[in-house]
């Protein structure tokens, strides 16, 4: 196989990824990464340069869904032009993972959140931020795109060690294998655990609600004012945005984050992976119930309901659990209709060209 730059290996890059790539596509086109998604165009890094880039006509002209347009972090081949200040994108490469959530509002189709990342950093503060069931939702986008997921609890310095620790306990008794860390960035306790965790050559994402506290964390790991922040909602505890579009950060020790815009909205559609895995002592309960096809709701020998009717079972955690069960399946429902329509549209256009 073709050698390929220290360069590359130095942001992430695994030659795995050209598995499936036809070996002349390598010597036309160079691999780069995309380092930021814009509204008409993308930034792509090879490891030392950063070059405007634009997708050649074809990727828009098959496009059928966002999911085949290119994201934060996936590796693309480009051909480069004007002595290396301008990249045209002709292919994505096969990614590893992709975080994408449903489109905000009522439109029903997927937005991307980036693509490649090793380690998702869900960052919660320890104010009146701090959700169990938000923090649910985020772990089911993150376990669906097989992710590994780390909470960062901000805010520290507002609690005590015995509040912190109660507030660890919580998380763990819904993700026991999850690690959950606390930081503040206003007297700097646990952000060397944080960059001792931040491997070189890995990407890391950092995903929360407004006002967490995540663009004051890059700004910590840079080491500089870089970013700006925003001030937070005294009447709500809600933050504003202070990210405006996602992108790719290299820092110092060699690892790579991508910061994301503050989520208001969580939804998620076609993640029966995520949804196991984030509430898996409910499908291990329901293997016990009288029924296979059990939902859980009225059935007589429900052992899901009788976990919650004992105690055993939170009944909030039940009750998300039936409404991102639903939700998942109503998205994914409208998606398909919707894909079913296109595809019909589709046709009648190309008849009546005919």
């Not at 130095?10 to 790539?21: A, C, H, Y």
């Not at 990727?59 to 999911?67: G, H, K, L």
């Not at 701090?130 to 901000?154: D, H, T």
């Not at 109660?166 to 026991?176: G, H, K, L, M, V």
Request: aromatic fraction near 6%.
């Amino acid at each position: 196989m073709k050698n390929f730059p220290n360069k590359l290996s130095e942001i992430g890059f695994d030659p795995s990824l050209l598995e499936n790539v036809q070996p002349e596509s390598l010597e036309h086109f160079e691999i780069a990464r995309i380092a930021a998604v814009h509204k008409d165009s993308y930034m792509v890094t090879d490891g030392e340069n950063n070059v405007t880039a634009e997708l050649v006509g074809k990727i828009a002209f098959n496009a059928s869904s966002p999911v085949d347009y290119p994201a934060v972090g996936d590796w693309i081949l480009a051909s480069l032009y004007d002595d290396n200040t301008l990249a045209i994108i002709h292919e994505t490469l096969p990614r590893k993972s992709l975080l994408k959530r449903k489109t905000p509002g009522k439109k029903v189709d997927f937005q991307l959140i980036a693509a490649n990342i090793d380690v998702a950093f869900i960052v919660q503060s320890l104010n009146e931020n701090f959700n169990l069931r938000r923090l649910e939702r985020y772990l089911v986008m993150v376990n669906e795109a097989g992710i590994q997921p780390i909470v960062l609890l901000s805010k520290s310095d507002l609690l005590d060690q015995t509040e912190t620790a109660t507030r660890i306990a919580e998380i763990q008794s819904i993700a026991p294998q999850v690690e959950a860390l606390p930081f503040s960035s206003e007297n700097r306790s646990g952000l060397d655990s944080i960059r001792a965790m931040m491997l070189p050559g890995q990407t890391y994402c950092l995903l929360g609600s407004s006002g967490v506290g995540k663009t004051t964390l890059l700004n910590t790991l840079i080491g500089k004012e870089k970013y700006t922040t925003k001030t937070v909602s005294s009447k709500e505890s809600k933050g504003r945005h202070a990210t405006t579009h996602r992108q790719l950060i290299r820092l110092d020790s060699g690892a790579m984050i991508v910061d994301t815009p503050g989520m208001r909205e969580l939804g998620n559609f076609s993640a029966a992976k995520g949804v196991e895995e984030t509430f898996s002592e409910i499908i291990a309960l329901s293997e016990q119930c009288r029924f296979s096809d059990c939902s859980h709701v009225g059935e007589k020998g429900c052992a899901v309901m009788a976990a919650v009717e004992q105690g055993v079972l939170p009944s909030d955690r039940y009750e998300n659990y039936l409404k991102m069960t639903r939700e998942s399946a109503f998205h994914e429902m409208s998606y398909f209709e919707k894909r079913k329509k296109d595809k019909q549209f589709a046709k009648h256009c190309k008849s009546v060209m005919k």
